[in-house]
């Protein structure tokens, strides 16, 4: 059973970083691209980030382009998302997907 689990969200301030993970399961995991999307209240799903298969090769969203990073550690099943320079409009759940297979999220709040 594919299963793709977030976590390190949380409550930080502006300015603040974190570094959220997304552990898989159930897959190969290097098959495949993996993205980061995200959702804020009231608005569609977006993309923010993604990494090839190897690791290779990355690419972001405009709005989070120098202050967001991307890895993946295919050895332990797990992406990463380093996101520095937080501000309040990246307040949203994040989601990893993987070939159509969708996390359950985890919520980044960025606030003073």
């Known amino acids: 059973q594919v299963q793709l689990v977030e976590s390190g969200g949380g409550l930080v301030q502006p300015g603040g970083s974190l570094r959220l993970s997304c552990v898989a399961s159930g897959l190969t995991f290097s098959f495949s691209d993996t993205r980061w999307y995200r959702q804020a209240p009231g608005k569609e799903r977006e993309f923010v980030a993604r990494?090839?298969?190897?690791?290779?090769?990355?690419d972001y969203a405009d709005l989070v382009k120098g202050r967001f990073t991307v890895s993946r550690d295919n050895a332990k099943n797990t992406m990463y998302l380093q996101m520095n320079s937080l501000k309040p409009e990246d307040t949203a759940v994040y989601y990893c997907?993987?070939?159509?297979?969708w996390g359950q999220g985890t919520q980044v709040t960025v606030s003073s």
């Open positions: 997907n993987w070939s159509g297979k």
């Open positions: 990494i090839s298969g190897g690791g290779g090769i990355t």
